[in-house]
């Protein structure tokens, strides 16, 4: 099973940017669809992006949409996330994870592989 670890986070202040990245143990190109989540003191994770295996379809969260870029490189087995523009309501855990669902989902549980996640505070 492919493994997932994330990197790239810590402190910025708000308009700042930063760039999280996830690193698969294995080619993550012809199996799996790509994910970011995030999860904030006291409240459930949710849906940041998602990128097919491709490449070639995203998908973003109202809250984030032009704000983040979802990329990946298949060759060096990493998905990274753009973060431009931050407030501090994007202070969170951010977590990589992996699905085999056939078409990129929003949702938690179509996403059976997920990394440690990294921390992202942005301060005001």
């Known amino acids: 099973q492919v493994q997932l670890v994330e990197s790239g986070g810590g402190l910025v202040q708000a308009g700042g940017s930063l760039r999280l990245s996830c690193a698969a143990s294995?080619?993550?190109?012809?199996?799996?669809?790509m994910g970011w989540f995030r999860q904030a003191p006291g409240k459930e994770r949710e849906f940041v992006s998602a990128i097919s295996r491709s490449g070639g379809n995203t998908a973003y969260a109202d809250s984030v949409k032009g704000r983040f870029t979802i990329s990946r490189d298949n060759a060096k087995n990493t998905v990274d996330l753009q973060m431009s523009t931050l407030k501090p309501e994007d202070t969170a855990v951010y977590y990589c994870?992996?699905?085999?669902?056939?078409?990129?989902?929003?949702?938690?549980?179509?996403?059976?592989?997920w990394g440690q996640g990294t921390q992202v505070t942005v301060s005001s």
């Open positions: 294995e080619r993550p190109g012809s199996r799996y669809n």
């Open positions: 994870a992996a699905s085999t669902v056939y078409y990129i989902r929003s949702t938690a549980a179509s996403y059976g592989y």
